[in-house]
């Protein structure tokens, strides 16, 4: 099945990276300025910019650009999320004049049915290749302490979990919440049930996190 929308979104993507009859291609010093890479204090990133809404990008949900400013390998991820939450993603490494594939990762702009699995929110967890209903029993499953020997990913900044189904290998996709890419794998062992507190304290230290980020965020572009 051929979506349209997304085939027309990675169709815009190209253009932009490649340019056009009307515009010269996206230079790498063009995607730090998308992403202020160069107004604001250098980071290990990444760093990100959304395009934003424009009628060739009407069929699917986001564009985004991450930009790995340190990354020797990767220095530019195209994420195209569909109309169903899908992620679909390219990888970049800029040659000192144009966009080329990233060696042994997907790099062509055009639509393939390949692609992430999406994430479930549930509770304050992330789920990664589980349907909807299953990450909903599996939340469950954990909250009553009956989930042990799942695996999860756990972000070093912010504890965020993701949980992903034991059929997927263990994927790298940055923190859905702070975008950290410093995971460490884990395996539930809990035998108790969380208590309904720890699960609060949980959402509420990654809602704090957010927030904190955001300040920063925000003091950065509005000065002290
Ligand atoms: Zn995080």
Redesign the pocket.
């Known amino acids: 099945m051929v979506d349209v929308g997304l085939e027309q979104a990675f169709a815009k993507v190209r253009a932009f990276l490649e340019g056009d009859f009307e515009h010269p291609g996206l230079t790498l010093y063009d995607l730090q300025n998308l992403v202020g890479y160069n107004s604001r204090l250098k980071t290990d990133g990444p760093l990100s910019y959304t395009m934003p809404p424009e009628p060739a990008l009407s069929g699917v949900a986001a564009v985004r650009l991450y930009y790995y400013p340190k990354d020797p390998e990767v220095n530019l991820i195209v994420e195209i999320e569909d109309k169903t939450r899908k992620r679909h993603l390219r990888h970049f490494k800029w040659n000192g004049v144009s966009w080329t594939a990233a060696r042994g990762l997907k790099a062509d702009l055009t639509a393939t049915r390949e692609v992430l699995p999406s994430i479930e929110e549930v509770g304050g967890d992330f789920f990664l290749g589980y349907a909807s209903e299953e990450a909903k029993e599996l939340a469950e499953a954990i909250r009553r302490g009956e989930a042990a020997g799942a695996k999860y990913m756990l972000?070093?900044?912010?504890?965020?979990r993701i949980f992903y189904a034991p059929t997927s290998s263990p994927p790298a996709v940055p923190?859905?919440?702070?975008?950290?890419t410093n995971m460490i794998f884990k395996t539930l062992t809990l035998a108790t049930p969380e208590d309904r507190i720890e699960a609060i304290l949980r959402e509420q230290r990654?809602l704090r996190?957010a927030l904190e980020d955001l300040l920063l965020y925000l003091k950065r572009k509005l000065g002290p």
């Open positions: 972000c070093t900044r912010d504890n965020t923190c859905p919440r702070c975008g950290n990654a996190t």
